[in-house]
């Protein structure tokens, strides 16, 4: 990692009105709250995680976890800015306990579609299979045969690639990784 680049903790998004309608959803519990997004909320740039992880140590203390570092060194590699780019879920509660991943997915994603019509971003930035499955509504769709190539949905252009997290558990990951975030960026700059 470059010694002049240090990941931000992202300030959280404040969560609009239908979010007290999100909390139907079962991975939400009493002990969870919503993570509408995190980032810049005006930014050409929506990146769509799984859902929400760890916000905060043991002690209750903020800290960067590995998804947002992986996500951020990308992110300044490829020469963008942080505050190009918005972090939001398919599923808005960080899972604490077991639940039905088909219903969950189902019922949060209008919650996800409503929220990029609204943000009207310029790229989206679809990470991991679970996301690819959802937004593709196939079960049999992946990341490693849809990478590497510009796609439209709901009307933007969008990008896929691995979960961050993915690629710190398989390092090997990480050049095909990089290769989708500066097919973003080339075409990113292209634009300006």
């Known amino acids: ?30 002990k969870s709250r919503v993570i509408w997004g995190e980032g810049n909320p005006k930014a050409p740039i929506v990146v769509v995680l ?10 209750g203390r903020e800290y960067v976890c590995g998804t947002r570092q992986t996500l951020q060194t990308a992110i300044y590699r490829v020469g963008l800015d942080v505050n190009n780019v918005y972090i939001t879920y398919l599923l808005k509660c960080r899972p604490l306990r077991q ?25 989206v930035v679809y990470l991991g299979d679970v996301v690819v499955q959802s937004v593709f509504d196939d079960n049999e769709a992946h ?42 960026s080339r075409r990113f700059f292209s634009k300006t």
Request: proline letters at 8%; a neutral charge.
């Open 1 to 30: 990692m470059d010694s002049n680049f240090t990941p931000i903790i992202w300030p959280e998004d404040k969560a609009p009105v239908e979010a007290v309608d999100y909390k139907q959803c079962e991975v939400c519990t009493q």
């Open 50 to 59: 799984d859902n929400p992880g760890a916000r905060e140590d043991k002690e």
């Open 99 to 123: 639940y039905d991943k088909v219903r969950a997915r189902a019922f949060s994603k209008p919650f996800l579609i409503q929220q990029i019509k609204k943000m009207q971003p310029e790229f």
């Open 143 to 184: 990341v490693k045969n849809l990478r590497g190539a510009w796609h439209t949905i709901m009307g933007y252009p969008s990008v896929v690639s691995y979960h961050p997290l993915a690629v710190r558990r398989r390092p090997n990951l990480t050049s095909r990784f990089m290769e989708d975030w500066e097919m973003l």
